[in-house]
């Protein structure tokens, strides 16, 4: 079965932030100590450095913490991918749950009306009391106030209540989606979608091309993983 890389790290902080959430640890360094691991090479495994994250590195993730429902095939293949928090499933929480997790899906990949095709995970975020859809950020554009391989959780919003100014997610007619802070364009009918990252230009786009916008409610900072 072919791994990916970045898919491996993302489900192996999430897993990290089962732990977190459940005061298993309470930091990093609780399970760098339960693994018995260099705290550097730790932080360059869970950020997807292919050096540090192996199939060893895994395991031993896993031996650290017996009984708690991880295992290799789940992290390393995503076969039962633990989720963002607990399985609602496995939980009882049917009723419960407060979003989806779409973990096949980055923000700068397509991502709107057509969601529904993606595979979805219902999971159970503290604090959030409402029901939004995660996606995983990816790129700079927008750092430092969004990093790739953070997670934030969306809701669609009708264009009449766009402020300007403020970030939200686009999806345009080609199905290509952005995490942009949108601008008023060059007249009523274009917008601007300008970056945090003052090393990527703006770009303007005609407003019939703008399929699907997204408000973000929630962030989740792989710094917290």
């Not at 999971?123 to 554009?141: A, H, K, T």
Request: glycine residues 8%; proline residues 4%.
């Amino acid at each position: 079965m072919e791994k990916n890389i970045i898919e491996i790290s993302q489900r192996l902080r999430r897993a990290i932030a089962v732990l977190k959430g459940d005061m298993v640890v309470k930091t990093n360094q609780n399970i760098i100590e339960r693994m018995q691991v260099n705290k550097s090479n730790f932080s360059s495994a869970i950020n997807g450095n292919t050096n540090y994250l192996t199939e060893e590195f895994v395991k031993k993730f896993v031996s650290a913490f017996p009984g708690y429902g991880f295992d290799f095939d789940s992290i390393w293949y995503g076969l039962e991918c633990p989720a963002l928090v607990k399985k609602v499933e496995s939980e009882g929480l049917e009723d419960k749950y407060n979003g989806f997790y779409y973990p096949e899906v980055r923000v700068s990949a397509g991502f709107g009306e057509n969601n529904i095709q993606h595979h979805k995970e219902p999971v159970i975020v503290p604090g959030v009391y409402e029901e939004l859809e995660y996606i995983n950020v990816f790129g700079d554009s927008m750092f430092p106030k969004f990093s790739s391989g953070d997670i934030i959780g969306i809701k669609p919003i009708d264009f009449s209540y766009l402020v300007y100014g403020h970030s939200y997610v686009v999806v345009l007619d080609n199905g290509d989606c952005y995490i942009k802070y949108v601008k008023k364009g060059s007249d009523q009918y274009h917008v601007l979608l300008s970056s945090e990252n003052k090393f990527y230009d703006d770009m303007e786009f005609p407003l019939s091309r703008i399929k699907s916008l997204f408000i973000i409610k929630a962030l989740i900072s792989k710094q917290t993983f």
